[in-house]
C-alpha cells in the first residue's frame, strides 16, 4: 500500500524568506502526486499535482514542487512567502489510476510565519 | 457557484445516534471520496466511489456506511455514533482518474458525547 511522510509536523520562516516543505512517498509505481494547503477552519485548496512529464510543476500562490524518483521525494517549494502563506500543507499521493480510488494523505506540516 | 457542498457543517451526537452528513457536487465528477480528519493524523480516507452504484471502502471504513444512487450525491452514514468518530469529515469529488485531483467540500465538524 502506498503511504507519505512528512517528516516536519512544524515549520517557522519569516515573512519574505525561502520555503521548502519536505514530501516522501512509497508507491510500487510511477505515483500521482499532490500537495493541498489548509487555512484555519476551511477545507483543502490543491496547490499542485503532478502525474507525468516535466518534473518541476508549478502551482498557483508562487508555488512548485519537484518530483525526484530517485529519492521519492516531492518537496514543495517558494522563493518568498507571505504571512497569508500560513496554514497546513499535506502531501498526497492517489493509488492506481490517479487517485480514482481516493488519495493517502500526509500527516501535515504545519507552516508559521514570522514577521 | 459550482464545487463540492457538504451539510450539516456542525453537529453535536449522542453515543449511539445514527445520521448521515450529505455530500453534493453539481461538477458531474464520477469520482467522489469520504475522510475524516484528526488532529495529527491528516486526513484518512474512510470510503470512496468511483461511480453510480459502485463503492468500496478505504483505510477506516468501520462504523460507516455509503451509498452512490446517483453521481451528484455521496451521503456518508454513521450507523451508531461513539465518541471516536468526533472528528471533521470532509467530501470531495474530481473529474478523472488521471491525476487532475480533487475539489474539496469546507467540512463537517462532528462531536459525539
Not at chain 1, 12 to 39: D, H, I, K, M
Not at chain 2, 5 to 19: A, I, R, Y
Not at chain 2, 86 to 99: E, M, N
Request: contains cysteine; aromatic residues 12%; charged residues 15%.
Amino acid at each position: 500500500a502506498q503511504s507519505v511522510t512528512q517528516p516536519d509536523i512544524h515549520i517557522t520562516v519569516s515573512e519574505g524568506a525561502s520555503l521548502e516543505l519536505r514530501c516522501n512517498y512509497s508507491y510500487g509505481a510511477t505515483p500521482y502526486l499532490f500537495w493541498y494547503v489548509q487555512s484555519p477552519g476551511q477545507g483543502l485548496q490543491l496547490l499542485l499535482k503532478y502525474f507525468s512529464g516535466d518534473t518541476l510543476v508549478q502551482g498557483i500562490k508562487g508555488f512548485e514542487a519537484e518530483f525526484k524518483r530517485s529519492q521519492s521525494s516531492f518537496n514543495l517549494r517558494k522563493p518568498s512567502v507571505h504571512w497569508s502563506d500560513a496554514a497546513e500543507y499535506f502531501c498526497a499521493v492517489g493509488a492506481r489510476g490517479g487517485g480514482a480510488d481516493g488519495l493517502t494523505f500526509g500527516k501535515g506540516t504545519h507552516l508559521i510565519i514570522q514577521p | 457557484n459550482a464545487g463540492v457542498t457538504q451539510t450539516p457543517k456542525f453537529q453535536v451526537l449522542k453515543t449511539g445516534q445514527s445520521m448521515t452528513l450529505q455530500c453534493a457536487q453539481d461538477m458531474n465528477h464520477e469520482y467522489m471520496s469520504w475522510y475524516r480528519q484528526d488532529p495529527g493524523m491528516g486526513l484518512r480516507l474512510i470510503h470512496y466511489s468511483v461511480g453510480a452504484g459502485i463503492t468500496d471502502q478505504g483505510e477506516v471504513p468501520n462504523g460507516y456506511n455509503v451509498s452512490r444512487s446517483t453521481t451528484e450525491d455521496f451521503p456518508l452514514r454513521l450507523l451508531s455514533a461513539a465518541p471516536s468518530q468526533t472528528s471533521v469529515y470532509f467530501c470531495a469529488s474530481s473529474y478523472s482518474d488521471r491525476g487532475y485531483g480533487y475539489t474539496f467540500g469546507s467540512g463537517t465538524r462532528l462531536t459525539v458525547v
